[in-house]
């Protein structure tokens, strides 16, 4: 293949039923400012089913190669999961494409080449794929690694990119909504829970910053109309001029709308019709929750498609756990003819005449292919994959703009269920004393009980507490291992303590089931440099203007996960992995994108 060609399938509107039936979803515009018309009764937790176009037996056929994936990881032989047409490439020396990693940019990216007749090997370190939207069983219960609020499954608009990249390989996973996002917990006894349906949510927003009606609506209202933009258009990879070009043909208000807001923040946005503190600290804190960062440095683009996404496709947990659509990738992919193997870890990228020609492990075996795409993160991929002389002036671009964001102190729970009091949500966000303290290590606690939607993954009368809170490698290395694993324990304690205090009374008492993760954790098995969770700007950014994409400036080389445009998120990774490469005004092209990230460079 002289060019790789990555978009989404053609065919790709898939069809939702809701069990039991329930009121349809509605996608409020930005003109949709009616406070407090909401009436409850809207979406009870109920599974719904995304229905694929993709045979029965091509269905049947990907359960029973599910099962034998899951049987195998059982036995501890899921080594190697690899088609006949892929292990006759590797023979010839002939494959299209390697993948490093398995997370999902790495799966989608994979499954995209795949489903037009590429020979992609996909390489995994770890036993199992997934990366940060990964699995682990223990004692009868299986815990997320990492990512638990799901973007990207919903029914209308094109942000349904989760569906739409398994629908590409004939799969489904069955959905339970989630009826609020996120439950805040906030200094000034902000408590806040954003329900799945907007006005519910504005409602609520609006009768604790009764004063600020009108700059809620208006802020939250052009986030409205930049999720209205990104909806109608046919989202592929911007770096294909010619799509760029029809989608500016055909819906040019869309795209100018997007350009506008393109270098912009959320924060400048919110400031201009937003007074009270406690707000803006409330706004900081619903991008910190996808950025990690607060407001004033968060794209708006990336905060728009978040604030309502969740309202319009909503936020929908996978049946069986975030692993599932891992697992539904690979077994997608496995249909398609390509490989994936575990326990592949990638030490070199071969160069050759400073093209990537393929990569070598670390049992000194060297596979080769037309093109070589990176899931790991840039920093892993130019500092440690390649030689330091190999590195093009562009990856110096990004590092001067984006560093390492903190990694994360994760805690996986069981508990015994009657902690939980009735109606519990299954997503909190708590910082209880002090705004300040929002990006500061041991600041914010992140926590996730998908239990309360899905009782499959534990004991019967047990919970699920994921607790995770922002954590630096510095404070972990160089350690004895004595005085780490009491470390761990002593701050997983005062997290747990703080819990207990907000939340769940008697939650020390009640936990059945307790492992502590750090960053070391993290980067030892996720593979991500400093256990890092991502990409956060230097300084201020101009929006998404710096965000490198998927091309690297070495021929043969790509880039996808959360180090590419548009950032961290799983959706977003998604996004990263519909790469479509065109050759067509592709030099001339790319220079022009290049010399637009040096303006957010030079600002
Ligand atoms: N880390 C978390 O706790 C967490 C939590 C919530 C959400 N998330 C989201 O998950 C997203 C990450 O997705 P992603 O697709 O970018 O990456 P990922 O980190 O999930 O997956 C990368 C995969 O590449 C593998 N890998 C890395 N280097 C390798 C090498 N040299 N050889 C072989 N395999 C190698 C890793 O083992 C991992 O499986 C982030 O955007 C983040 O928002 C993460
Ligand atoms: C040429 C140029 C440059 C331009 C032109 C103009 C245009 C046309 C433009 C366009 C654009 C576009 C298309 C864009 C797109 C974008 C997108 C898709 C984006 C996306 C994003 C996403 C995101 C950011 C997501 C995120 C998420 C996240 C991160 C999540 C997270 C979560 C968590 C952390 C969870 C936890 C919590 C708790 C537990 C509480």
Known sequence: ????????????????????????????????????????????????????????????????????????????????????????????????????????????AATQLAIRGARVLVLEKYLIPGGSSGYYERDGFTFDVGSSVMFGFGEKGSLNLMTRSLEAVGKLVDLIPDPTTVHYHMPNSISIRVHRDYEHFICELTEKFPHEKEGIGKFYGECWKVHNALISLELKSLEEPLYLLEQFVRNPIACLTLAFYYPQNAGDIARKYIKDQNLL??????????????????????????????????INYPVGGVGSIAKQLVAGLLERGGGIKYKANVRKIILRDGKAVGVRLSNGTEIFSKKVISNATRWDTFENLLDQDAVPEDEKKFQKLYKKGLSFLSIHLGVNADVLPEGTDCHHLVLEDDWDRMEDPYGTIFLSIPTVLDSSLCPAGQHILHIFTASS??????????????????????????????????????????????????????????????????GRPLGLLGMPFNKTDLEGLYCVGDSCFPGQGVIAVTFSGLERQSVVLDKGYQKLLSWIRGLALNY
């Open 1 to 108: 293949m002289a060019m790789l060609l990555l978009h989404l399938h053609p065919s790709s509107s898939p069809s939702l039923t809701c069990l039991p039936s329930s009121q349809s979803l509605r996608i409020p515009t930005q003109k949709s400012n009616q406070f407090c018309s909401w009436r409850p009764g809207f979406c009870k937790q109920s599974i719904f089913r995304i229905s694929c176009k993709g045979s029965l037996t091509t269905r049947k056929k990907a359960t029973e190669i599910s099962a034998k994936a899951s049987a195998a990881e059982k036995q501890g032989t899921y080594a190697m999961e690899i088609s006949e047409e892929a292990a006759a490439a590797e023979k010839e020396g002939k494959y299209d494409a390697i993948v490093i990693g398995a997370g999902i940019g790495g799966l989608v």
């Open 281 to 314: 600290n409330f706004i900081d804190a619903e991008c910190f929750l996808i950025s990690t960062v607060r407001a004033y440095r968060t794209p708006m683009i990336n905060a728009s498609m978040v604030l309502c996404e969740r309202h319009a496709g909503g």
């Open 473 to 538: 490698m510095d404070d972990w290395q160089g350690l004895p291992r004595e005085e780490y694993i009491a470390k761990k324990e002593r701050i997983a304690n005062v997290i747990i303590e703080r819990l207990e205090k907000t939340l769940f009374p008697g939650l020390q008492k009640a936990i059945t089931f307790r492992e502590v993760g750090t960053p070391r954790t993290h980067k030892r098995y996720l593979s991500r440099t400093d256990g890092t969770y991502g990409p956060i700007p230097t």
